[in-house]
T-cell receptor
Framework: DTGVSQNPRHKITKRGQNVTFRCDPI?????LYWYRQTLGQGPEFLTY????????KSRLLSDRFSAERPKGSFSTLEIQRTEQGDSAMYLC????????????FGQGTRLTVV | GNSVTQMEGPVTLSEEAFLTINCTYT??????LFWYVQYPGEGLQLLLK?????DKGSNKGFEATYRKETTSFHLEKGSVQVSDSAVYFC?????????????FGQGTTLQVKP
């Protein structure tokens, strides 16, 4: 297994456009997380899935954001009508459902909204 | 609520100097504590962890001890190298709820000069 994979690595989009990111977790991991990291800050939790069920969404996740994990494997994060404030690094992580299990992170997708 | 506070950076050291990056936390219950490292343009990599009070996590010459009495998890290394230049994040995993959701500090940039 090559670890958590995210695509694309970089995305530049015009304000108002929709974007979609993909995350492929480690294959045996049933939990998948999305975080957002802005410049000079630590990652902030957005949402997570256990298998295909989305179990929690942060208040940071406005109505323009939607995430899916349709078959409990890969996940997508879509941002509609992007705004300049959406510019950030979007990080995906996966883990096993077990107490205190570490999360493994992907390399992230850097979004720039111009 | 749960939160993590790290010392502000950047921290600039000469090669072979001693490193300390302070981290304190606020949490209910008994969290697990982590240090992650982020190299330029990359995602987060787990550096070390400790799951209960007085545990010492260690990896690649880095150490941190889980101090419940001072609610701290300071990162130390006896002799830093240029290759240690990166951003270091302290994080906690709440002991209750079992969501696996990590709470990060704001990160501390380390610059090691030859």
């Amino acid at each position: 297994d090559t670890g958590v994979s995210q695509n694309p690595r970089h995305k530049i989009t015009k304000r108002g456009q929709n974007v979609t990111f993909r995350c492929d977790p480690i294959s045996e991991h049933n939990r998948l997380y999305w975080y957002r990291q802005t410049l000079g800050q630590g990652p902030e939790f957005l949402t997570y899935f256990q298998n295909e069920a989305q179990l929690e969404k942060s208040r940071l996740l406005s109505d323009r954001f939607s995430a899916e994990r349709p078959k409990g494997s890969f996940s997508t994060l879509e941002i509609q009508r992007t705004e300049q404030g959406d510019s950030a690094m979007y990080l995906c992580a996966s883990s096993l459902y077990k107490d205190n299990t570490e999360a493994f992170f992907g390399q992230g997708t850097r979004l720039t909204v111009v | 609520g749960n939160s993590v506070t790290q010392m502000e950076g950047p921290v600039t050291l000469s090669e072979e100097a001693f490193l300390t990056i302070n981290c304190t936390y606020t949490a209910t219950g008994y969290p697990s504590l982590f240090w992650y490292v982020q190299y330029p343009g990359e995602g987060l990599q787990l550096l070390l962890k400790a799951t209960k009070a007085d545990d010492k996590g260690s990896n690649k010459g880095f150490e941190a001890t889980y101090r419940k009495e001072t609610t701290s998890f300071h990162l130390e290394k006896g002799s830093v190298q240029v290759s240690d230049s990166a951003v270091y994040f302290c994080a906690l995993l709440p002991g209750s709820g079992n969501t696996g959701k990590l709470i990060f500090g704001q990160g501390t940039t380390l610059q090691v000069k030859p």
